[in-house]
């Protein structure tokens, strides 16, 4: 299985640290210093987790000439803020492209949602019933963050990612996803309560950030070091880890664990925010172009409701 591109789309509009320091007094250093965020992007009236899905695919089908729309035969979309249960982010983009017929999927497993869809695709490939999909995940988180919330009201951005993956290599420049790994830890500690988004309460409420922490640190570290194992890659040969973009506490936390240069783990959280299962996606975006032969890249995330993996890609 290959990863032949990968292309983001983040909104326009910017917030920065200022806007929760004039509505809340959070200071701009106190943000940085907890979080490492500096700013984040934020959806225009009328931008959705649709509207946002359908942009990154544009985007990354512009780029991939030889990834023809009408030859996609799967299509899975993850987002936990969905703008629609029903007429889903993955309806949205199979009728943009206006390809019939296929096995259109919208997840949710927070922000690991990333590998999980990439395992769907996985089996599907497996099973002989797809050949070439795309691979969305989108949030629109400002649509149900509570600015006004100072525990975590000033985490959040918006962004979306679309990856195109084949079952055989289109070109050389294509990735080989070597190994998907996934887990789920939700009887682990406050996993049923640390971070919950109930649409018709709160919104996004995460009361137990150190619990998050603590175990996102411990589960991501973990699981990539059970990839570097299996592969018997030395740290010093990893070209990037691509961690989730949480917080940038977190990511130095798992680099140093697993003794990686941090100038080799992939961060756009300080421009960013936390854009959930998106973050790390973007992240392969902005580094793609830097690849070559040879080069190795884990992405490991962890998310909400304990859910966690990595995913290792060759070049």
């Not at 009201?153 to 962004?159: E, K, Q, T």
């Amino acid at each position: 299985m290959y990863l032949h591109h990968v292309a983001a789309y983040l909104p326009e509009a910017v917030v920065t640290n200022a806007h929760f320091t004039r509505l809340n007094g959070l200071a701009n250093e106190w943000i940085i210093e907890r979080t490492g965020i500096q700013e984040r992007r934020k959806a225009a009236p009328g931008e959705n987790a649709n509207t946002m899905a359908i942009a990154a695919t544009r985007a990354v089908l512009a780029a991939a000439p030889a990834f023809a729309p009408d030859t996609v035969d799967l299509i899975v979309v993850g987002t936990y803020t969905p703008h629609d249960t029903i007429f889903t982010a993955a309806h949205a983009v199979q009728r943009d492209l206006g390809v019939n017929e296929i096995p259109t999927v919208s997840i949710s497993s927070a922000c690991s949602s990333l590998l999980n869809a990439v395992e769907i695709v996985e089996g599907y490939f497996a099973m002989g019933k797809a050949t070439r999909a795309v691979v969305v995940v989108s949030e629109h988180n400002t649509a149900y963050n509570n600015e006004e919330d100072t525990m975590a009201g000033h985490l959040w951005g918006d962004g979306a990612a679309a990856l195109l993956i084949c079952k055989e290599r289109l070109s050389a420049d294509d990735l080989h996803i070597a190994e998907v790994i996934t887990g789920g830890a939700a009887p682990v500690s406050k996993a049923d309560e640390a971070v919950t988004l109930k649409p018709v309460e709160k919104g996004i409420v995460m009361p137990f950030g150190r619990d998050v922490f603590q175990q996102a640190c411990l589960y991501m570290a973990k699981v990539t070091e059970t990839l570097l194992d299996r592969h018997h890659i030395a740290t010093a040969d990893l070209t990037y880890l691509i961690p989730h973009q949480a917080n940038l506490r977190i990511s130095k936390n798992v680099t140093k664990q697993l003794g990686i240069d941090p100038a080799r783990a992939v961060s756009n959280i300080e421009r960013l925010g936390n854009t959930g299962c998106a973050g790390a996606a973007i992240g392969l975006a902005e580094v793609w172009n830097n690849l070559k032969s040879g080069d190795k890249v884990i992405i490991t995330v962890f998310g909400g409701g304990y859910s966690y993996g990595a995913m290792l890609l060759e070049k």
